[in-house]
């Protein structure tokens, strides 16, 4: 999904008044309000998620690695809010997340660019 399909999404939900809007599929979803609880909840099972650490510093990636390091990320991320739920995240969600971790992640690599420059 393009990022501006995703825009698009969320301005379809924002015209439709709505507030919150579901992470995945939900019977029992108010888009005011939120998710309503289930009465048959089910058990979130462990799903092992890893951890989205390098294998090197910061300082020594190349845009190969931060491509990597982000696409673990996201992963990481999109798993924890899946195995929160209990059920799949809805792919508008998963492309907005990957969205928002890759500008989070870009700025932290823009940081150590300019405390890299400052240093030499």
Request: hydrophobic content about 35%; aromatic content about 6%.
């Amino acid at each position: 999904m393009s990022p501006e399909a995703v825009k698009e999404e969320l301005r379809r939900h924002h015209d439709l008044g709505h507030r919150v809007i579901p992470m995945g599929n939900c019977d029992n979803f108010d888009y005011q309000k939120g998710c309503q609880g289930h009465s048959d909840d089910t058990e979130i099972k462990n799903l092992g998620i890893p951890e989205a650490k390098p294998e090197k510093p910061f300082s020594q990636f190349n845009s190969a690695d931060w491509d990597n390091y982000i696409e673990a990320a996201t992963k990481t991320a999109i798993r924890g809010a899946e195995q929160a739920l209990g059920h799949e995240v809805d792919t508008v969600i998963k492309t907005f997340m990957g969205m928002c971790i890759r500008a989070s992640i870009l700025s932290i690599r823009d940081q150590i660019v300019r405390e890299m420059a400052k240093n030499n």
